[in-house]
């Protein structure tokens, strides 16, 4: 390691102020500090400092979307499988390979795209590199389709980290969720590709070698469709074995990753407990008034259907986009899984209600922290002797 | 006694190097260092000039915003150097000890005799009213207001803090005539806080004409903004005075025996002093012959005061004026390799991101590292959970960096100061300045009030 650390040194005036590649100082600053964390030290107000920093917080929260990604990867494969070849007795590895050559590509894209931006606006505005993006460049393709164009990738990418982040000031600052903003991005503008039967399973948009009667439908859009008696068994659902976004299918490995969140304490427990609140008042509320089969689906089965789970777990629980008071995250989190089962239901259009829901829910988490704020402030007016 | 008032939100942070609960007397210093910079929204004007003789009680220099109040010498010597920094502020002025102190005489009395003229009269003339700081802003008190109440935390909960029983013992009398003093000075209550958790010590549960309050939890349990937002919170226009235990004595024995006796003890802490232990001291000292072969190898950070809010100093440095805590630990000044990535059994967190949380009871021996860059804020509610006022110190924080006034009176500026967020400092992932910035507000109030 002491070579390395070496080898930057003498290597790093060229990247500073007058050097050679001084363009590229905040590139080559993000990665000396991936490496190596800096030499940094106090020099005013406390002495010592806690040992967590951005870098350790995103890295958790990468860390739980693995086990959701590692199933996304292997249900891609396991898909196709069943879509063109139901007899094939594939193993897991071969099943994860085919997999793998899917989303793989999807991952690197996304990266490569996001990190790219981030680098040049952080080299314009003379910041260092946030991490931020660690995250959503993984968000992205997990809750993209696995046979998404690779362009599509990229340019829903670009508009969520240009127009969803950095022209609010970047990392921090931004108003969305960026990776709702890529998803929601694409949705409208190529619904082609983001929505129906056809898209969830490699290779069913170009028909070839399909299996007879093999739909490929979510079992939300069966739902919306009316076609409830052939959804998946609750135990298909709770484990993902369904047609879906790459890494929204399996509940149990989102919620492997919840509990990361919750035990390292880097997801919020109070949004995550009150989105599913939410969701569960609205459920009961439909199944009362229930006219149609989905409005009669037990309310905790939408717990387990479409982007429910991921987006309370992953989404929702955002720091930046979402609530920042206590209370206000119980509202904000409310709010959202109260909306995204209304969506989903009542809204034939819109059957992932999740997303919609809590890009709404961004919009509004300033307003609802403004109230909250509000009432502290009052509170010590009201303390004061009426002098006024 | 009142009903224990129960805090928490906070932190204790495990630091090793306490000091051993013995107290020796320290080797006189040679040198003593009096500094402007430990006053708030100081514009110093120098009294006593370079090779001037003064004794102790003699005043050194005053702040031309307030100059009724001046800062006295702790002993009696040469002034030897003022040392001026940028635009030639004043920084220190360093005076050369006689070895046999001579006293300024300021007249015994006792002060339940005296009206409140003559208490205030006696307390500027000695200096001693620089011991007596309010709330808001944390400037010097104004002799001329009347405040609310007087807030003295009998107890101190920051990192490796001297024990405040041992520090007091044997000094009930002169506490008790400090008290006095104070109460001639308001027409509200002298709150007296302790430590439920053990028992105080006789010189503060005996002290008569107080309001006794017992305060339990973590830091900053201990610290009076914490304290006087519990039980008697400032709003827009009040003023409450706080005076720390041992000024309260030192002003005790002024009016005892007329003279300004400077002793007093500190702890000296830090994971790098190879005896930690308390001194008996004369407020002023350089801290080198309580260092010098005392402390390990490396290169060192010594701190007058605890880690979260103390001053860098040097090996050779002074002692602040309001400190009872020399802290001396490792600079941090390495490369680490990807240290965010490790799994870190012994990287200490307040949070739980790092494996260290599998092992509460380690103390860890930290340094000056700032562990990371500093970012924009993405992190939430961590502030909240070591900040135990009904505040909301995020929201606080952004009103003063876009300076505005109004937000920040609405959001409680007037009950906080700097060492309210030391601990939301230190856990902060984003590494913001904290501490500058609530000084910057401040400053800004002030200017604004003026």
């Known amino acids: 390691m002491k070579a390395l650390r070496r080898y930057i040194d003498k290597i790093k005036p060229h990247f500073e102020k007058g050097g050679k590649y001084e363009k590229l100082q905040s590139t080559f600053e993000a990665f000396e500090t991936l490496l190596f964390v800096p030499n940094k030290v106090t020099t005013q107000g406390t002495h010592i400092r806690d040992s967590v920093d951005m870098k350790r917080t995103m890295s958790i929260v990468v860390f739980a979307l693995v086990p959701a990604l590692l199933f996304g990867i292997w249900n891609a494969g396991y898909q196709e499988m069943l879509a063109t070849n139901p007899q094939m007795q594939a193993t897991i590895p071969e099943l994860f390979w085919e997999g793998l050559k899917l989303v793989l590509p999807i991952i690197v894209v996304s990266y490569v795209t996001g990190l790219a931006i981030e680098f040049i606006f952080a080299q314009v505005r003379g910041h260092e590199v946030n991490e931020g993006f660690l995250v959503s460049g993984m968000l992205i393709p997990l809750v993209l389709p696995v046979d998404i164009p690779l362009w599509m990738v990229a340019t829903g990418t670009a508009f969520a980290v240009i127009f969803g982040k950095e022209v609010f000031g970047g990392t921090g600052m931004n108003i969305l969720n960026p990776a709702l903003t890529a998803r929601a991005f694409l949705f409208f503008a190529y619904p082609a590709y983001m929505s129906g039967n056809e898209v969830w399973i490699h290779g069913l948009m170009n028909g070839e070698g399909v299996v007879d009667g093999f739909s490929g439908a979510t079992p939300l859009s069966m739902a919306a469709e009316g076609n409830v008696q052939n959804l998946p068994t609750v135990n298909e659902m709770f484990m993902g074995l369904i047609p879906g976004s790459i890494g929204e299918t399996s509940v149990i490995a989102i919620l492997i990753g919840a509990l990361i969140l919750l035990i390292t304490g880097v997801g919020s427990w109070r949004i995550m407990l009150s989105t599913v609140v939410g969701a569960l008042v609205m459920g009961f509320l439909l199944n009362i008034f229930a006219v149609n089969p989905f409005m009669e689906i037990p309310a905790w089965q939408h717990l387990i259907m479409g982007g429910f789970a991921f987006g309370a777990v992953f989404m929702a629980t955002d720091p930046v986009s979402g609530a920042q008071t206590k209370r206000g995250k119980y509202i904000y989190g409310f709010l959202i899984g109260f909306l995204a089962i209304l969506i989903r239901v009542v809204n034939p259009a819109y059957p992932e209600g999740v997303m919609l829901a809590i890009l709404l829910m961004n919009v509004f988490a300033p307003l609802i922290d403004h109230y909250v704020v509000e009432s502290n402030i009052k509170k010590r007016l009201k303390r004061a002797p009426s002098s006024s | ?450």
């Not at chain 2, 339940?112 to 009269?121: A, F, T």
């Not at chain 2, 107890?155 to 803090?161: G, R």
């Not at chain 2, 802290?327 to 240290?339: A, H, K, L």
């Open chain 2, 1 to 450: 006694m009142s009903k224990v008032i129960n805090i928490k939100r906070g932190l204790d942070i495990p630091l090793s190097g306490e000091a051993e609960k013995v107290v020796k007397t320290a080797e006189p210093s040679r040198y003593y260092g009096i500094k402007p910079i430990d006053f708030q929204n100081m514009r110093t004007k120098l009294l006593a000039r370079e090779g001037e003789r003064v004794k102790a009680g003699s005043p050194l220099f005053y702040n031309k915003l307030q100059s009724d109040v001046q800062q006295p010498s702790p002993v009696s010597g040469k002034v030897v150097e003022v040392k001026r920094g940028e635009r030639r502020k004043i920084l220190e002025v360093v005076i050369e000890a006689d070895s046999q102190i001579e006293y300024e005489e300021f007249g015994t009395a006792e002060p339940k005799d005296l009206s409140r003229d003559e208490v205030v009269d006696k307390l500027l003339k000695s200096g001693l009213w620089s011991f007596i700081r309010q709330r808001p802003y944390s400037i010097l008190a104004n002799p001329q207001d009347d405040p609310k109440s007087i807030f003295i935390s009998a107890f101190n909960t920051a990192p490796l803090a001297p024990d405040n029983d041992l520090v007091v013992k044997g000094e009930k009398d002169n506490f008790q005539r400090g008290i006095d003093v104070l109460s001639k000075l308001t027409s509200g209550t002298i709150h007296l806080n302790v430590n439920a958790d053990f028992p105080p010590s006789e010189v503060i549960t005996k002290a008569k004409g107080v309001q006794l309050n017992q305060f339990k939890g973590p830091h900053p349990a201990g610290n009076v903004g914490v304290q006087i937002n519990k039980l008697d919170p400032i709003n827009k226009g009040d003023v409450v005075w706080y005076v720390y235990p041992q000024d309260i004595i030192t002003i005790g024995k002024l009016f005892e025996k007329g003279i300004y006796d400077a002793s007093k003890v500190i702890a000296l802490t830090g994971s790098e002093v190879l005896k930690p232990l308390y001194y008996r001291v004369l407020r002023g000292m350089s801290i080198d012959p309580l260092v010098k072969d005392n402390v390990k190898e490396g290169e060192l950070r010594y701190i007058s005061g605890d880690v979260l809010t103390g001053k860098k100093i040097s090996s050779e440095g002074y002692l602040g004026f309001f400190d009872d805590q020399v802290t001396v630990i490792p600079e941090g000044n390495y490369y680490e390799f990807m240290g965010w990535a490790k799994p870190g059994f012994n990287k200490y967190s307040a949070g739980r991101t790092f494996l260290s949380a599998l092992r509460p009871n380690k103390k860890y021996r930290l340094d000056t590292n700032l562990h990371g860059g500093e970012r924009a804020y993405v992190v939430t509610g961590e502030y909240e959970k070591v900040f135990p006022m009904d505040i909301y110190p995020v929201q606080l924080i952004k009103a003063i960096i876009i300076e505005d006034i109004e937000l920040m009176e609405k959001l409680g500026i007037y009950e906080v100061d700097e060492e309210d967020f030391a601990l939301p400092e230190f856990v902060c992932t984003s590494k913001t300045p904290v501490q500058s910035i609530v000084r910057k507000g401040l400053n800004l109030m002030l200017q604004e009030m003026s």
